[in-house]
């Protein structure tokens, strides 16, 4: 394949928080660590939107921004049924999600539409959730933090994986998986901490062009890495080190 990935990272500053938007540079990075080209297509306005994705990051923002952003992600609805229709990998993390959503509740009681591209809406949570989460998933265990002040109910879909550690949805669940759409609360950013995800998307993305995933060598060091810094959050919340 000579064309290189195009991974699409949407609204990376409005929707950058936690270093969310850098999850598309992980995938950009350990795509070129299996010798496959990528680049990180920054889409700021539907102008920006270019002609193929082969993955898509979407970040978190804060509440004072949820409806700018939705404003400017509702220009490009279309665009994103249509990549999760055909199976495109796209990461959704904390309110990045919630917009893809039916709605997202806000304390007050007012309620900020969302674009329907996923069943379910988020809630108001009776505490706001900040602190390390743990997840075990069918990727391996995921650590990362949240930091957010509402659930996730009404999912027509499976789980990312189950909460050993935090809050995640409520309910002793995290995530959302829908086709290759996976939407989480976990920050980090989640791709760096966890690289078994990251390389689930990259393996989802190269299937729809016919080619087979192999991680680089390099990314034995980084995993290593990545790992290291996950153990002591497990030990400290009472799990085992990997």
Known sequence: MTTALTIVSLLPELLGTNGDAANARVLAQRSR?????????????????????????????????????????????????????????VLAVGTGWELLSWGIELADGSVIEGLGIVAGRAVPLAARA???????????????????????VGAEASP???VESGTGNGGGLEGLVMGNLVGTHLHGPVLARNPGLADHLLRSALVRLGRAYTPG??????????????????????LTAE
């Open 217 to 238: 060598a390099h990314t034995v060091a980084v995993d290593e890495i990545a790992r290291a810094a996950r153990n002591p959050i497990a030990v400290r919340l009472g």
């Open 33 to 89: 660590w299996a010798g496959i080209d990528a680049h990180v297509v920054d889409v700021r306005t539907v102008d920006d939107l270019p002609e193929r994705a082969d993955a898509v990051v979407i970040g978190s923002g804060s509440d004072s921004d949820l409806v700018t952003a939705r404003d400017i992600l509702a220009t490009m609805t279309g665009h994103l049924r249509t990549w999760t229709t055909e199976g495109v990998p």
């Open 130 to 152: 900040t602190d390390d989460v743990i997840v075990a998933t069918k990727h391996g265990r995921l650590v990362g933090f949240e930091n957010h002040a509402r659930g996730y």
């Open 160 to 162: 990312l994986g189950r």
